[in-house]
């Protein structure tokens, strides 16, 4: 069975601080993984990783992917109180048919104290 | 920019009524889909469509019913509601499926006492 696990599932810091968030994955014909960032609402788009060992950076934010150990790690530098939300991890697989979806994992809920 | 927009954004039902969601997007995404969220559980994909007139089954389809009519519409429809559909409906889109990304809307609070 196809499976995205995140970890922690929670997460509480201080502002300034630096975060790691972590997902791995189990998922036939994997063809990349996303992180979105969830706040009240919509899940907003952050990265879409497909290569293994390629950081991709946003501001404050940096992830990478390792297609041998079938992982991903969101990192979160210099943290502030409007990071403060759920970061999903979704999978995408190949093909067509069945498979033109996205694997969410349940989230990490981020904190952020003043 | 409108994007993905569903309506209503809030709805109470009773057991065993029924409604329909409406997801509008207006960036001309070939694929739709309808996902639903519940505390512990992530993001579940119930229906999905890859083109106008085409739809499918996702992870979690029972209970529900899915039209896909015009290429920026899809609709998710619920024939007799159950407190178990109680949940947060969100629609998204996108330009091809296979893992790329997804724009989603601003989501339906659902409940149904």
């Known amino acids: 069975e196809d499976k995205v696990v995140q970890s922690p599932l929670s997460l509480v810091v201080h502002e300034g601080d630096t975060v790691t968030l972590n997902c791995s994955y189990e998922?036939?014909?994997?063809?990349?993984l996303l992180w979105y960032k969830q706040e009240k609402k919509a899940p907003t788009f952050l990265f879409m990783l497909?290569?293994?060992?390629i950081e991709k950076k946003s501001g404050r934010l940096s992830s990478i992917l390792d297609k041998k150990e079938l992982f991903s790690i969101l990192n979160i530098t210099a943290t502030q109180t409007g990071d403060s939300a759920v970061y999903l991890c979704?999978?995408?697989?190949?093909?067509?048919?069945?498979?033109?979806?996205?694997?969410f994992g349940t989230g990490t809920l981020l904190a952020v104290q003043p | 920019n409108a994007g993905v927009t569903q309506t209503p954004k809030f709805r109470v039902l009773k057991t065993g009524q029924s409604m329909t969601l409406l997801c509008a997007q207006d960036?001309?995404?070939?694929?739709m889909y309808w996902y639903r969220q519940d505390p512990g559980m992530g993001l579940r994909l119930i229906h999905y469509s890859v083109g106008e007139g085409t739809t499918a089954k996702g992870e979690v389809p029972d209970g529900y019913n899915v039209s896909r009519l015009k290429k920026q519409n899809f609709l998710l429809g619920l024939e007799s509601a159950a407190p178990s559909q109680t949940s947060v409906y969100f629609c998204?889109?996108?330009?091809?499926?296979?893992?790329?990304?997804?724009?989603f809307g601003q989501g339906t609070r659902l409940t149904v006492v």
């Open positions: 998922v036939t014909n994997f063809r990349s």
């Open positions: 497909t290569s293994s060992g």
């Open positions: 960036m001309n995404h070939e694929y």
């Open positions: 979704a999978v995408g697989q190949r093909g067509g048919g069945a498979t033109n979806k996205l694997i």
């Open positions: 998204a889109s996108s330009w091809t499926g296979s893992g790329t990304e997804a724009f």
